[in-house]
Structure formats: C-alpha cells, structure tokens
C-alpha cells in the first residue's frame, strides 16, 4: 500500500476507544480485589442480591458492576448467579498462591498515582512521586507493613524470569554471592537451591528483614540464605564472590549506579563477578521492547532520577569502576536483560 492509499483509510476509532476502556476496565478489577468479592465467590457462586448484602455494595449499580467483570472476563454467570472465572479463580483469591492482590495493591497505591502524573514529568524530567522528588521513593513505600508486602510481593512477580536466568548460569568456580537489594530473597532462594555449595546473602535496607525470613522459610527446602540489613549508599557491601543487582541500577540515576557498582568491586572478590539485570533499552532497534519503555516511564514518574539504560551504557559504567565487561545475555524471560562482568 502507498502513503497516499495509507492515508486514505480510516483506521476507525476502535484502537483509540479501546485505551479509553483500559482505564475503566482496570477500575472494575481494582474494586473487585479491594472488594474481595473473588475471595468470596471462591466458596460458591451467589446473585448479586446475595453479593450486594455480604460485600456493602447498593443495587442497581452493583449489578452493572458484577456484569461489567462478566465482560472483562473475570465473571462467568449462569442462572443469574455469578462465578469465578477460572483466571480470576486462580490470581484473585486471596490466599490462594498465585494470588495477585500485593502486585495489584502497589499498582493502586503506589504506581498508578505516580503515573497520572505523566504529564508532568514529560514536561518536567522529574517524578511525580513525592518521595523520589525528595530523594528516595522508598522512604515512604516502606511506611508500613501492607505497603512493604504488597511490593515486595510484585517484585517476586516480576523477578521469577531473572531468577530462573540467574539459576542457569554456571556458578561452579564461585562459593559466595550477595544479591543486593535482594527484596525477600525469592533469586537468592532459586540460586542456592541450584547450587548448594553456594553460600548466598541478600543485603536490602533492614524494613525488609522480616519480610526476607518469612518468606525464605516458606520456600522451604535445605536452603541456608543470610540476610544483611543496610543502606547501599551509606553502607560497604558484604563481601562476597559475586555481587547481583537485579531490578535495582534502574531505580536510581547515573551517578549513583556508577557509586553502587564502585562499592560493588570493592565487595567482589578477586576473581569474582558482578551480575546486573533490568529490562534495559536493546540497542540497533529503532524501537525497544514495548514492556522495557513502560518499565523505563514507570521510573520516570516514580523514582528519582532512574529510568532503563542500554547495556553499552552500563559496560561502560562497569569498565570505569574497574571490571573486566563480559556477556550480556539478552535471550532472558522476555523482560529482562542480564550483564555480567569480571574483577581480575
Ligand atoms: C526494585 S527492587 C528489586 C528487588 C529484587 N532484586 C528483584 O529483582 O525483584 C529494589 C530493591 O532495592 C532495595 N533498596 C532500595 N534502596 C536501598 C538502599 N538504600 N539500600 C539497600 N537496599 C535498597 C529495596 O528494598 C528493594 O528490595
């Protein structure tokens, strides 16, 4: 087809529309969660009459909003009593192990005011988070217990590809390793798991310790994983064989991703290795990973300063705190990009 005849088709508005109803189908699913109304159905099918009366919503609307989920799909309804979908079954339940409402709760509370300040920081550079304009986003994500777990938990969604990526390299030549701003432990976890030999550390700000021991002793096993509480800005790292930042360089700006793998080689031992992923920007494509470019605007609006960098970018950061740059693997879960390099 030519320009001319591209020009001449109506693409129609439905693409447009359908990002409109994006954001109104995200409000039905947040207000089902934050309702538990998928913890309830759980233990049988109800009417809405029935739902309204245990859940405090009023009819009419209730109703509008029960069949509104049956339409996004989270609803099936049969004889005018309305079901669990199977997906909602699975990720909505509280309580079940795939359930999804401490991602779903840090998406509400924590990402989603941040980017309804998009326009701002487009026109700004800055973010529209409070706390990252004031320095650190996390002094006042880790306000409370609800806000660390509901967090932490999303990290653990978005970590189990780099874990799995992490557990396939070969760390037969190391003994140690400490992954920093290593959440509650779920990488540091897969690893030792693979390789027992490997005595494996988390060092992450101390609000996060009982989190890490809960949540270690949940995934079970014979698997020993220390924890270390700190500050990376303020604190020497542990030392160790090899040092991971996984999902951590993004969150913050230049000069201090290149402070944090400075203190990096300090910690590593002679030998040893750094270990780096994020999403990262790929180079020689003119337009990155969809899901890399959120991840890069997420950070935009919400941390201070970070945003995804491309891996040429962080082997040059890596050589000037003195490693030897080595492989990027760009072939991980689909979201993220995994560098590692060498301290002679
Ligand atoms: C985006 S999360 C990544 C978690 C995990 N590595 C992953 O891949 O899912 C960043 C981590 O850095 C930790 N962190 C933030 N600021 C820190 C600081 N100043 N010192 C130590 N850890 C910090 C947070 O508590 C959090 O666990």
Redesign the pocket.
Known sequence: MTSEQHENVDPGVGPIMSIVLGHWKSSLLHTAVESDLFTFLAAGPANAEELSERLGFALPGAKDFLLALAGIGLLEVRDGRFHNAPVADRYLVGGRPQYLGGYLTFVRAELNPAWDGLTGSVRTGRPHNRAAREG?P?AAL?RDEQSIESF?AS??L??AG?ATQLAALDWSRYSSFV?????RG??AHEVVSKFPHLRGAV???P??ASSFAEHVAKLGGDVAVDFTG????TDPLPRADVVV????LH?WDTERRKQLLRSAYEAVNPGGAVVV?DPMITEGLEVPPFSAVLASLSMLVWSSGGGEYAATELLSWLTEAGFQPGTVDTTISGEDVVVVAHKD
């Open positions: 650190n996390y880790y932490l990290m653990d978005l970590n780099a992954d920093v701003g290593g959440a779920s990488v060092f992450d700000l609000q996060v700190g500050d990376f800005f930042f996984g999902h951590v969150n992923y």
